[in-house]
């Protein structure tokens, strides 16, 4: 499915994000399209878990990572190739097709393990493509000057399907088994597209030799201009840093914390909110103000800020005190994750910009989770204090790195 770009620009260019129509379709299109993966996640643990045993039903969930980690520097080149709207359109189509296809297999049938496990490895190949594109669409719809605030927007409604997804997804459940929350998903997933084919993009200058060059060379040409961008090149790195600190600690890290502290699923349960809630001001943050000076340096902060309090995590003395610390962590790593986001926006060339997407993504996506069973075992070992300290550091020089490099740490964002 396809639709034709209207104009040279976005309508609404020199609008507020939060009052620009076309802004607003987009957002709708990716909130609607992020409530369903919510609740397509839920029903593929929940189904998974009735078929098979609780390290089978592991295997299920983590199995989309390993297409997604392969595939994703490729996607980059597709979403630039073809145009990120066209690319996220057809991949919300193909995973909307899928999901309901075996939402109606589980209604004839019930769950077999093999068709959940095919299900995870399409929607983890889609995934390869439509995350790169999601990454580049930003840029195209509305001006650099509003790109910070497209961030905000696009963390608050990140908050809001993570929030109601989950629910959503338990009740189908329980009202129709993993069958009618698979068809949720799809239906959901589904609203995203008519949203997205009346959206206007920005018109990129014609590739004559586009058809001449290989997807390799495109792949190539789109990592050696990172490696040569003054901005970019730190900056990925950063953000790479930032991630494998931050996605042990917070994952695997915080359930054992829990579980030797005494606080329980619902002491856990706590502080994971106020972790939400820190990131869901800072999305607020920058959806109101639309812009903040100095974004290179305050990124760099914020890091710094965030690993510290990571660290500081380990030894909150209650479930209060632990919640106080979680809410500082979501406000700096909200923050920091925005700003770096629109960073990448403004300072990469829109024609790479789903080539860059890709390597930010392949770095926080497919690499940093690799972190968990190391960071589990290391707690194993030495117990959490000092992992969520080494963890911390290793956070930290992401910081240190925006700061410490001189035109990262100048980048501003455009008014």
């Excluded at 290391?378 to 240190?400: D, N």
Aim: net charge positive; charged share 10%; proline share 5%.
């Amino acid at each position: 499915m396809t639709a034709t770009v209207i104009g040279t620009a976005p309508a609404g260019t020199d609008r507020p994000a939060h009052r620009d129509g076309n802004v607003l379709r987009w957002l709708g299109a990716y909130t609607s399209s992020m409530i369903g993966d919510n609740v397509y996640y839920l029903a593929l643990s929940w189904a998974a878990v009735q078929a098979g045993t609780p390290s089978q039903a592991g295997l299920v969930m983590a199995v989309s990572a390993v297409p997604r980690a392969l595939l994703m520097l490729g996607g980059g080149v597709v979403a630039d190739r073809f145009g990120p709207r066209k690319v996220v359109i057809a991949s919300d189509a193909v995973r909307c097709a899928a999901v309901l296809a075996v939402a109606a297999l589980l209604f004839a049938a019930g769950p077999g393990l093999w068709l959940l496990a095919l299900l995870a490895v399409v929607f983890g190949t889609v995934d390869a493509v439509f995350m790169p594109a999601v990454g580049a669409l930003p840029a195209r719809v509305t001006g650099h000057g509003q790109l910070a605030r497209v961030q905000g927007m696009r963390g608050l409604a990140i908050r809001f399907a993570n929030v109601v997804g989950a629910p959503l997804g338990g009740l189908a459940v329980a009202l129709g088994g993993p069958a009618a929350a698979f068809g949720l998903a799809g239906m959901l997933i589904a609203v995203s597209v008519p949203l997205l084919i009346s959206v206007r993009m920005r018109e990129l200058p014609a590739d004559d030799k586009a058809a001449e060059r290989t997807a390799w060379r495109d792949l190539r040409d789109g990592l050696g201009y990172i490696r040569r961008h003054r901005v970019l090149a730190p900056l990925i790195a950063a953000i790479a840093l930032g991630d494998f600190g931050f996605v042990g600690p917070l994952n695997v890290g915080l359930t054992l914390l829990a579980d030797q502290r005494g606080w329980g699923a619902a002491g856990m349960g706590w502080v994971v909110a106020g972790f939400g809630t820190g990131a869901g001001a800072a999305a607020l943050l920058l959806t109101v103000r639309g812009h903040l000076p100095h974004a290179g340096r305050v990124a760099g902060v914020a890091i710094l800020g965030g690993s510290v309090a990571i660290g500081a995590l380990a030894y909150a003395p209650s479930v209060a005190g632990a919640v106080g610390v979680a809410l500082l962590v979501g406000l700096l790593a909200g923050l920091s994750g925005a700003l770096c986001g629109a960073l990448l926006q403004t300072h990469a060339d829109p024609a790479y910009l789903g080539r860059v997407t890709a390597v930010a993504g392949l770095a926080s996506l497919g690499l940093a989770p690799l972190s968990m069973p190391v960071a589990a075992a290391a707690i194993g070992w030495w117990g959490t204090g000092p992992v969520f300290v080494a963890s911390a550091a290793v956070c930290g020089l992401g910081g240190v790195l925006a700061l410490c490099v001189r035109d990262l740490r100048r980048a501003e964002l455009p008014r």
